[in-house]
């Protein structure tokens, strides 16, 4: 079955960096397209990162030029590196993929920017 498991969060002061990663099995994951989300208390789920399966990539404004998404197809491994992180990046961060049998997410890693 489809599995992403997250890990990499961790508190953080500002300015600091982290680099989460995301997992990848069940699908064929060179072929699919990944993103990362995140989920705030009381806030929608939204957009972060995503990268195709040729490596293009697309960012939500607020984190353009702070974070970096990449793949490792040889380890079906999706990454976020995140750096100079600010309070309002504190979120449970996912990744997720949308296959033919629909949407599917991983359990989260909570990512606090906090001195």
């Known amino acids: 079955q489809v599995q992403l498991v997250e890990s990499g969060g961790d508190l953080v002061q500002p300015g600091g960096s982290l680099r989460l990663s995301c997992a990848a099995s069940?699908?064929?994951?060179?072929?699919?397209?990944m993103g990362w989300y995140r989920q705030a208390p009381g806030k929608e789920r939204e957009f972060v990162a995503a990268i195709a399966s040729g490596g293009s990539t697309n960012y939500r404004n607020s984190v353009k030029g702070r974070f970096t998404i990449s793949r490792d197809n040889a380890k079906a491994t999706v990454y976020l590196q995140m750096n100079s992180l600010k309070p309002e990046d504190t979120a449970v961060y996912y990744c997720?993929?949308?296959?033919?049998?629909?949407?599917?997410w991983g359990q989260g890693t909570q990512v606090t920017v906090s001195s």
């Open positions: 997720g993929t949308t296959l033919k049998s629909g949407p599917y």
């Open positions: 069940g699908f064929n994951f060179n072929l699919n397209a």
